[in-house]
């Protein structure tokens, strides 16, 4: 196959990826015009985009619920606090190098650990808005319930039925609250290793001697343990 | 979480007398010289422009590193690593321009067959053709050519590797997408660019040397070589940014796997980077050859 040829097949493919890409994004802006013109020459590099989940595109984030849209706080306060404990762990050059050897992995892991809480997090937010009740005053008020109608519809609801939406709502409240835990300690631990990255730093400017950068540095690091529990299921 | 050992550490540095001070006049200056600050960019929509990429590239690699890991932000980033790489290499393309047409050459580029037909042949020359001005390379569309081969020469050629360093990092056992591959990819390629802009003043001018000062041919071609050669001595910042980044991508791993599986990723990658060093030349020799005709 010649070279034209080869060029020719290559913009036959880029074409329909522009043209898809200029669909694709709605936005009036100087990067859709970007895209759509480079799309030909480089479209193995924007296919991925084409593909994307469309909760990942700019447009669907703004759409998500509030409930949702703090969880993405919960990335800026990771995102935060790793730049805030790199900082620190940086600093150990030229004091106390070897804090950080020991502890390396164990730092590693917290740092999945609470993306993978936060993530846990996510996902009880989207199960609870899927599964919260069209009425909340059904649920709130047993006198509507135990007649069997709801304040919508004013459709009678079998009393068979009753028991098990009592229930539902009993465990969607468990799983409230099993949520509402993990954010707080996954706050807490945020919070607490933020602490000890300022401690680091204070240790460091007031001369402390370097075995306090190790305990200080184990410290954060024993804050796996904490996370790592609350992320494994109960025996 | 120990609260007993933190409150230990909190009266620790209750008083502060308990530890030397260190007198910042003595020369101890390492232990208290204040951090250089780097501007606290967040991850604010400013910080993600372009220019906030830039900034992020030279002064904070780290927080880049952070920052393309997130999902919700790839789309966005993609096209803008994409906008800085192409408009840095179309920028080296008209500087090598204007070197050339300083210079009175402009480089001649026969075809790869004929030269493996008759080895003792040359792929390229340069050949002086006496010009009045130096702006006949725009006149005459040579400019144009150079400029288009090497800008989209150098960033095609990232996507004709895409699939292999996928495989790659699938092979070694990182758990990632073909967005995550994207995003390392086009994010090194902005960093060699970003390297080959701040490169290019210092060659300008040993390029302008030659424009000026009557070097030997031998010599001459020699440095007009390196100026076509630069792209690939920057992108060792792209290639070791490529390598830092997928090393940062070990810590997908499951514990047990990571001791063994990362020096083999490293190597995946660095094998992968050779692979893109052969076939970027040849992808940019074919375009500017057919292009010049």
């Keep these: 196959m010649g070279f034209s040829v080869t060029v020719f097949f290559y ?12 669909l694709n994004d709605r936005s009036i802006s100087d990067g859709r015009l970007f895209r759509c013109l480079t799309a030909p020459l480089f479209w193995p590099l924007y296919i991925p985009l084409l593909f994307a989940s469309p909760a990942m595109s700019p447009q669907s984030i703004m759409k998500v619920d509030s409930k949702i849209r703090s969880s993405d706080e919960m990335s800026s306060m990771i995102t935060k606090v790793e730049a805030e404990l790199d900082t620190a762990l940086k600093s150990l050059d030229g004091w106390s190098e070897n804090a950080l050897a020991d502890e390396r992995s164990r730092i590693s892991e917290l740092r999945i650990a609470w993306r993978h809480q936060a993530d846990s997090i996510r996902q009880l937010d989207r199960l609870l808005l899927e599964s919260s009740a069209p009425t909340p005053s059904q649920s709130s008020d047993p006198a509507l319930a135990s007649m069997g109608a709801t304040s919508e519809s004013d459709q009678v609801v079998p009393k068979s039925v009753i028991p098990h939406e009592e229930s539902r ?26 602490e000890l990255v300022t401690m680091i730093h204070l240790a460091k400017y007031t001369g402390a001697p370097a075995s306090r950068a190790v305990e200080l540095v184990q410290q954060i690091a024993a804050a796996v343990e904490g996370l790592s529990k609350v992320n494994q299921p109960a025996a | 979480m120990n609260p007993a050992s933190l409150q230990g550490f909190r009266h620790a540095f209750d008083d502060t007398g308990k530890f030397d ?37 030279l002064k904070d690699p780290a927080r880049l590193e952070r920052l393309i890991r997130r999902p919700d932000l790839q789309i966005e980033l993609i096209p803008r690593f994409l906008s800085i790489s192409f408009v840095s290499f179309a920028f080296f393309g008209v500087a090598m321009a204007l070197v050339f047409g300083a210079a009175s050459v402009w480089p001649q580029l026969f075809p790869i067959d004929q030269y493996l037909a008759h080895p003792n042949g040359q792929l390229l020359s340069f050949e002086s053709e006496g010009r009045v001005t130096s702006l006949a390379p725009w006149l005459n569309g040579d400019a144009f050519r150079l400029t288009f081969a090497y800008a989209v020469g150098l960033i095609a050629a990232t996507g004709i590797c895409l699939p292999s360093l996928y495989f790659y990092g699938l092979l070694a056992g990182v758990r990632m997408t073909v967005m995550d591959v994207v995003i390392h990819a086009v994010k090194s390629k902005a ?31 020699f440095v007009l070589m ?37 020096c083999f990723l490293r ?27």
């Design chain 2, 226 to 262: 390196l100026g076509l050669i630069l792209p690939f001595i920057a992108g060792l910042s792209g290639t070791a940014s490529l390598y830092r980044g997928f090393s940062g991508l070990t810590d997908t791993m499951s514990a047990e796997r990571r001791p063994y599986r990362e």
């Design chain 1, 169 to 194: 709502s009993q465990n969607l409240q468990k799983l409230k609250r099993v949520r509402r835990q993990l954010y707080e300690d996954l706050m807490a631990t945020l919070a607490w290793v933020r």
């Design chain 2, 21 to 57: 001070q260190t007198d910042c006049g003595s020369g101890e200056g390492e232990s208290c010289s204040v951090t250089p600050g780097i501007t606290d960019l967040g991850d604010t929509a400013t910080s993600r422009n372009s220019i906030g990429l830039i900034e992020m590239i």
């Design chain 1, 11 to 22: 913009l036959l493919i880029g074409l329909p990826v522009a043209v898809a890409l200029w």
């Design chain 2, 267 to 293: 190597r995946l990658v660095l094998s992968w980077a050779a692979v893109y060093s052969i076939i970027t030349p040849v992808l940019i020799f074919t375009l500017w050859q057919k292009l010049q005709g």
């Design chain 2, 191 to 221: 960093v060699g660019a970003v390297t080959l802009v701040g490169i290019l003043p210092i060659y300008a001018a040993l390029g302008l040397a030659v424009a000026i000062f009557a070097f030997p041919v031998a010599s001459r071609d």
